[in-house]
């Protein structure tokens, strides 16, 4: 399984782990897009087309405005 | 992914097709910022820029790339925040604020609407009102940074304005045909006035984005709470519009930021309002009676 954290939102969500799921498709699946987030993979700022590996900690973080 | 230099990017920026590592992206950024402050002259010698700082990302990484100037060219830096007084939101960002300051070594002012203007936000809010609470608060928050720094003496305001505003804003007054508001996004002011303090906006050309992976990579403590009346409808229409647009087709917002830029020097002057003072308090308005007067009045 894969940790989704949104800092934001203060939320969790878990998201099964598949082969080649990368960054983009967990942001996709949450409504978000590489103009709209910025991720956090264990702990280090990754670029969307990263595959995921099982056990990732994965926060995301809106963009939004402020 | 990885860098031209070889090491892993963090970022890819779609719109000019450069991957860039942590090392390259910051000095990226600070190389962007410097660029626009020289292409509009945004900085000048013994300057006295008052940073208004809300304690989110775009302020503070504003903030800490200008001490970062200010420390190699002759100008004085303070850093100003308006309270608007919503509590558990802005009593959180004015502490990052602080804390940001007194790492950099900056001073740091805080005006409060209820102390200067008698009403915080969060009365406001309550009462039964025809304007959305942003409206007020946008016009008191303006007249407030305006006033308070003159008085300390500066004669420039940054802010955080980023790429994304810029271009919400320029499409949001076009679309509504706002023409006079339309006529003031620009770089720089048409026309001058010894009350107004003018504004400047060294992150215009910098995404977003941009913003938050640079507070993030640098370590920068900002505050990532959203404000609880925050809902510009249209606004978020725009912005959606124009991350959708930029998805399909990168570059869109630097297309629209330029277009709009190119024919600033043309529509400025016919359609900007000259500065008059306000009949009731003195300060700077485009009417005989400024907004901030006549909203007080009504409350």
Known sequence: MIKVR?????KEELVEYKEDLKIEDILRKFGYSSETAVVKRNGKINT???NVEDNDDILIISVGSG | MYCKCGKKAIIFRRYSGEKLCERCFNKSMIERVKKVIRKYSLIEKNDFIAAAVSGGKDSLVLLHILKKFSEKYPFDLIAVTIDEGIKGYRDKTIEIVKKNCKLLGIESKVYSFKKELGHSMDEIAKRDRKLSACSYCGVFRRYLLNKKT???GCNKIAIGHNLDDEVQTILMNFLRGDLSRFGRTGSYYIYSNERFVPRIKPLREIPEKENVVYALSNNIEVGFSRCPYAGEAYRNDIREFLNK???????????????????????AKNLAKKVKYC?????????????TCEFLEKL
Request: hydrophobic fraction near 25%; glycine fraction near 4%; proline fraction near 6%.
């Open chain 1, 48 to 50: 969307e087309d990263e």
């Open chain 2, 150 to 152: 003159r008085e300390l």
């Open chain 1, 6 to 10: 949104f800092l934001r939102e203060d």
């Open chain 2, 245 to 267: 647009m930029e998805l399909e087709q990168p570059t869109t917002k630097y297309s629209l930021l330029r277009s709009y830029d190119k024919i600033y020097p043309l529509i």
């Open chain 2, 279 to 291: 009949e009731k308090c003195g300060e700077p308005t485009i009417g005989d009676i400024c907004k």
